[in-house]
């Protein structure tokens, strides 16, 4: 899950508030005025995406270099590849 270690919620401190939910409030708080967005949200938008790309390039490193080594032990047990 994406989590954004600098964030806070209102609703309770002790919890981080997710990436994927802080992305998806940003277009409501963007398009609620008619002007273009703030210096802030462009901060905001442009952290999260860097945290997201970064997140999709470990993801995408496991799918294709870890996954295919544990498939090569699973495969000299004898075991049945995993897949994904």
Known sequence: ???????????DMNHEARLADQLSNLPSVVSSADTRPTQQAQDAFGEY???????????DAILGDDLQALNDLIQ????PAITA
Request: charged share 10%; aromatic share 12%.
């Open 1 to 11: 899950v994406l989590i954004n270690t600098k964030g806070a919620t209102f609703f």
């Open 49 to 59: 995406a860097a945290v997201a790309d970064s997140a999709i390039a470990a993801f």
């Open 76 to 79: 000299s047990a004898q075991l």
